[in-house]
DNA sequence: TGACATACCTCGACTTTCGAGGTATCTCCC
DNA sequence: GGGAGATACCTCGAAAGTCGAGGTATGTCA
């Protein structure tokens, strides 16, 4: 029975990935693995890098990220992704729509 | 743009199908057919058959559910499914967990 | 008789997910 | 100098999940 909860969260947290990198990219550009621990963070699991970096990708590919090398003299070097207009755009109607959608969900939970 | 959030909203809707089709069942036994019927109302999209049917198999198999061959004199026969007392501790936690869910969410989004 | 709705189910092609592996740099300690 | 471990990137392919299409059957209505 916990197995059911606990899977079923797994898929909710997965359903909402991509609107959380958004949101962990709202405060500001991060580099890939910077994300991947914010997200750890928000949501309480890890996102698999072998999701993560593909997500990213299409990320760029809609426009709503743009990415730039970031070449420090220590360090190896990072990728960062900055939130176009674009992004910010969808993301602030994702919330509405998550908004929405919970709502809906709510009210027939009850 | 708004495909990118029709995405992401079909995605959100997956991922609280099963959620959804034990709410359904929550109300009284239902077949498979009519469960997609409520499915379709509840969450705006109908759920394939081909995804539906293994659910409820799923639910069999997980104890959540009890089918019943109802033969009827008239109209094909059915398969109705009710909630065991199972499937309510385990729709009960769900809406819990959801609940929490949500929340964190919300929070984040802010 | 044909068309359509109800009702069940499975198959297999398709998509998605992600663990494991690969490359590279830097720091810290022995 | 060298090993361990953290940071940082990415890809591949097996495994898992999804679901449209197809198949079977009954009832109704024109």
Redesign the interface.
């Known amino acids: 029975?916990e197995d059911?909860?606990q899977d079923?969260?797994k898929?909710?947290?997965?359903?909402?990935l991509?609107?959380?990198a958004l949101?962990a990219l709202r405060e500001g550009p991060k580099h890939g693995y910077a994300l991947a621990t914010s997200l750890r963070d928000?949501l309480?699991a890890a996102a698999p890098e072998g999701t993560l970096y593909p997500l990213l990708n299409g990320f760029e590919r809609?426009g709503?990220t743009k990415a730039e090398w970031a070449i420090q003299e220590t360090g190896p070097a990072r990728k960062t992704y900055a939130l176009t207009p674009?992004g910010h755009?969808?993301f602030d109607?994702?919330?509405k729509?998550?908004g929405a959608?919970?709502n809906?969900?709510?009210g027939?939970?009850t």
């Open positions: 029975m059911i909860l079923w969260e898929r909710w947290r997965k359903s909402v991509p609107f959380a949101a928000l309480g809609d709503l674009k755009a969808v109607a994702a919330v729509s998550w959608f919970s809906s969900l709510g027939l939970l």
